[in-house]
């Protein structure tokens, strides 16, 4: 009679449940170095797009400027972030009356100013002042910014258009505008 050899002499030793418990370690860290990837893209995704809204309003109170060139002192607005008021009287119905130009002024603020203080960027504040010895005026937007370039120093590497004194959470956009 043979008698069945097996396995039951040999003494188990643990090898490969190591290398398992290794390979879920470099598994799971893999996985937490995608994940900080993952964030750090969507924090720079809304600081460009914070940038992107900027232009675009900056461009839209250029093209009213552009538009109304009679009038175009009645646009300035110069106040600190965000510590300034603007108020602007009722705006006029330049919709269905026609306006003086002065009027259009109003009424374009109003609906500009409306707009970037109504959330399409947070924390929307602008200066609009005229260049010094030229016809061109710089149009300055300044937002709370919360993504990636909260970071102080890195603002500050990447150079900042904010007036003197703004804080450093806030980021800026100027646009010079030549009506």
């Given at each position: 009679?043979?008698r069945?050899?097996?396995?039951?002499?040999?003494r188990?030793?643990?090898?490969?449940?190591?290398e398992?418990?290794?390979?879920?370690?470099?598994?799971?860290?893999?996985?937490?170095?995608?994940?900080?990837?993952?964030?750090?893209?969507?924090?720079?995704?809304?600081?460009?797009?914070?940038?992107?809204?900027?232009?675009?309003?900056?461009?839209?109170?250029?093209?009213?400027?552009?538009?109304?060139?009679?009038?175009?002192?009645?646009?300035?607005?110069?106040?600190?972030?965000?510590?300034g008021?603007?108020?602007v009287?009722?705006?006029?119905?330049?919709?269905?009356?026609?306006?003086?130009?002065?009027?259009?002024?109003?009424?374009?603020?109003?609906?500009w100013?409306?707009?970037?203080?109504?959330?399409?960027?947070?924390?929307?504040?602008?200066?609009?002042?005229?260049?010094?010895?030229?016809?061109?005026?710089?149009?300055?937007?300044?937002?709370?910014?919360?993504?990636?370039?909260?970071?102080?120093?890195?603002?500050?590497?990447?150079?900042?258009?904010?007036?003197?004194?703004?804080?450093?959470?806030?980021?800026?956009?100027?646009?010079?505008?030549?009506?």
């Open positions: 009679m043979r069945a050899i097996g396995f039951g002499g040999r188990e030793r643990g090898v490969t449940l190591i398992v418990l290794v390979t879920m370690v470099i598994l799971a860290v893999g996985l937490l170095g995608l994940a900080g990837m993952q964030v750090r893209g969507l924090s720079i995704q809304k600081d460009a797009h914070g940038r992107a809204l900027a232009t675009q309003l900056a461009l839209d109170i250029a093209d009213r400027m552009r538009s109304n060139n009679a009038a175009v002192g009645s646009y300035a607005f110069n106040t600190s972030y965000p510590t008021a603007y108020t009287p009722a705006p006029p119905d330049c919709v269905s009356a026609p306006c003086s130009a002065t009027l259009q002024a109003q009424y374009d603020m109003s609906q100013f409306t707009r970037l203080r109504g959330g399409a960027l947070p924390g929307g504040w602008a200066n609009i002042v005229a260049v010094a010895g030229t016809s061109a005026w710089d149009v300055t937007l300044m937002w709370a910014e919360t993504g990636f370039r909260t970071n102080t120093a890195l603002q500050t590497s990447l150079g900042s258009t904010c007036p003197a004194g703004t804080p450093a959470t806030v980021d800026c956009i100027t646009v010079r505008v030549w009506p």
